[in-house]
């Protein structure tokens, strides 16, 4: 049954379940952010096409191929032949723009009642999709369309990429459009690169490139993104992948190149970038961590790490290049600690933690930031003070530990996916009754894009289920109105169980890197005794800072537009970010 096709292309391809997780892993460094794709409320005026129409749609594209040409793999092709009366009628209503009728006479053909052969029916499951786009039903529309991207010597197969674009825009990234784009080569896309669909073309690269990078295909990744060009509204978004592509073969002179596109175009006003400040930021960010990256090598034989003062500069001077006023503020600040701390800029290093710990970001969740206090402590032989940190971490962080595993036992098992999606809604929705000391760490790992757009993607589909219900009694109550009605909800399910995945890997992640940071100090507190008993490594030791070397690395100098002002325990706003703390070392060395 046709109704069975529809559910089984969501089963076996994926395309109505299951939401690409694509994590920009900056080399080693915390994950850069997914792009949003741009959603547009509709895509009528797309382009102003200029050639014949790709089956009755209202725009005017340029319709590619008729027919396939048989040379791809798949199924065998077939030929359409002399079509019968029935899906004479439906074409006619199709042509006319009549979808609602059309719709009902072309699943009849589809469906096998109408006797025609199986070259028409191809070609009316086509026109079938094209008019429940037409109708608003996306995501049946896109069920469909999924159906002819599987198979090359489909008779539309070539002309159903045109449409993959469209759908681009009507359904978010969670759909898993990209896959069925992937379908395509890079000659099929190539097609429409012609003055009437630019903007297509640029567009089909862009998900093409998506689909390679997801599928660690770097190098054609790269290509691909190359191909976008600047007055495209895809271009900075494919900067973007183009640079962590970059990143993930470990060419981060290119990618630096990439990431400086990004802030250049925004700088020249470029057009179709929804968030450009936030756009840059992680442009900035992204070349801040690449610096870093290249600027630590570590010895093969004694896995001690080497310094390359001009990177890690380079790195400091895109980590500060991003405002206050950013959302992604406190990340650089926590991260250029790190970076003050290998250069040995100590004072720059606790001053940065200190904004963070400041009663300004009372939702800040840095648990790492305490580690990296207690490590310069230790780093100058400050062992009180370093002990002092762990035992105040540890007190404050062990119960949370305990706290956010308690949640977690409560979606414990198989079958949690949709509990756990409907209590990622509640907290979003601030109505979750978690215990107040958990709730803003909660709410933080709940909180980040691609769990968003899967939120998004769920209330598409209720919208879509909505519009079904106000449709005409005699579309809901046939074949395809129930087949439609039924793809709807087995697609909401399936995304309600996707986010609900996704939400609680989230939540378990920060549980896990939490319980990582715990160890992490008790790892200190295990070289603190070996050190007050005069049994540290050697190589730790060597590591550590002597007195001399702290008159150098651990002295506050104010330059000519700064003056030293003492912490009295009280923080004042437009100092953060410009905090320092003396450094004393009390090595004996």
Same mark, same amino acid.
């Given at each position: 049954m046709l109704r069975k096709r529809f559910l089984g292309i969501c089963t076996v391809a994926g395309a109505c379940l299951f939401g690409s997780t694509l994590v920009s892993d900056a080399a080693a460094q915390p994950d850069a952010e997914v792009i949003d794709l741009d959603e547009g409320?509709?895509? $009528?005026? $797309?382009?102003?096409?200029k050639k014949k129409k790709a089956g009755g749609d209202s725009d005017v594209d340029i319709d590619l191929d008729e027919e396939g040409d048989g040379e791809e793999d798949g199924a065998a092709p077939v030929s359409a032949g002399q079509m019968t009366e029935e899906a004479a009628v439906a074409k006619k209503l199709f042509d006319q723009e009549r979808w609602s009728q059309a719709a009902l006479g072309l699943y009849r053909v589809v469906a096998g009642e109408t006797g025609d052969d199986p070259g028409n029916r191809q070609l009316m499951e086509y026109y079938l999709a %094209?008019?429940?786009?037409?109708?608003?039903?996306?995501?049946?529309?896109?069920?469909?369309?999924? %159906? %002819?991207? $599987? =198979?090359? =010597?489909?008779?539309k197969f070539k002309e159903t990429l045109l449409w993959l674009s469209k759908l681009a825009t009507q359904l978010p990234e969670p759909a898993d459009i990209i896959e069925r784009v992937g379908k395509y080569s890079d000659a099929q896309v190539a097609r429409f690169n012609n003055p009437q669909q630019r903007d297509l073309y640029w567009q089909l690269n862009y998900l093409l490139g998506r689909y390679k990078y997801r599928n660690r295909q770097f190098q054609e990744a790269i290509k691909l993104f190359g191909k976008v060009d600047r007055e495209s509204e895809h271009y900075v978004h494919g900067k973007f992948f183009q640079g962590i592509s970059y990143v993930q073969l470990r060419k981060s002179i290119p990618a630096i190149k990439s990431f400086q596109e990004i802030v250049d175009a925004i700088d020249d006003g470029v057009e179709g970038v929804e968030d450009e400040a936030r756009m840059q930021d992680l442009a900035y960010l992204s070349m801040a961590r690449t610096y870093y990256s290249a600027s630590i090598k570590l010895d093969k034989e004694s896995n001690a790490p080497s310094v390359d003062e001009q990177k890690l500069s380079a790195a400091v001077k895109f980590w500060n290049r991003i405002e206050p006023s950013s959302e992604y503020w406190l990340d650089a600040l926590f991260e250029e600690s790190w970076a003050y701390f290998m250069a040995g800029d100590y004072p720059r290093a606790l001053g940065s933690i200190h904004t963070i710990q400041s009663p300004y970001f009372p939702n800040a969740f840095y648990p790492e930031a305490d580690i990296v206090k207690a490590v310069v402590y230790f780093t100058n032989c400050n062992y009180d003070a370093a002990t002092t940190v762990v035992a105040r971490f540890n007190k404050k962080f062990v119960p949370l530990k305990t706290g956010l595993e308690e949640v977690l036992k409560r979606f414990k098992g198989e079958n949690q996916e949709e509990p756990f999606f409907k209590f990622l809604l509640a907290v979003r929705e601030g109505k979750s009754d978690l215990d107040p000391k958990i709730k803003g760490v909660v709410e933080g790992a709940l909180s980040d894009r691609q769990l968003l757009r899967n939120i998004e993607y769920v209330r598409v589909l209720d919208e879509e289920l909505a519009r079904y219900k106000q449709a005409p009694s005699n579309f809901k109550s046939s074949p395809l109105g129930k087949t439609v009605n039924d793809a709807l909800k087995f697609a909401r399910q399936m995304a309600v169980r996707q986010a609900g995945e996704l939400a609680k890997g989230r939540y378990k992640r920060a549980v896990d890197e939490l319980n990582e940071h715990l160890r992490n100090g008790e790892k200190i507190l295990i070289d603190i005794t070996a050190a007050q008993r005069n049994l540290l490594d050697e190589a730790v030791q060597k590591g550590q800072v002597t007195q001399a070397e702290a008159k150098i690395f651990g002295v506050v100098n104010p330059d000519q537009e700064h003056v030293i002002w003492p912490f009295d325990g009280e923080w004042w706003r437009d100092e953060l970010g410009f905090y320092r703390q003396v450094v004393e070392s009390a090595c004996g060395r």
């Open positions: 409320d509709d895509d $009528e005026d $797309e382009g102003k096409k %094209i008019s429940l786009y037409r109708l608003r039903f996306y995501q049946a529309s896109y069920a469909l369309f999924s %159906i %002819i991207a $599987e =198979n090359k =010597n489909h008779l």
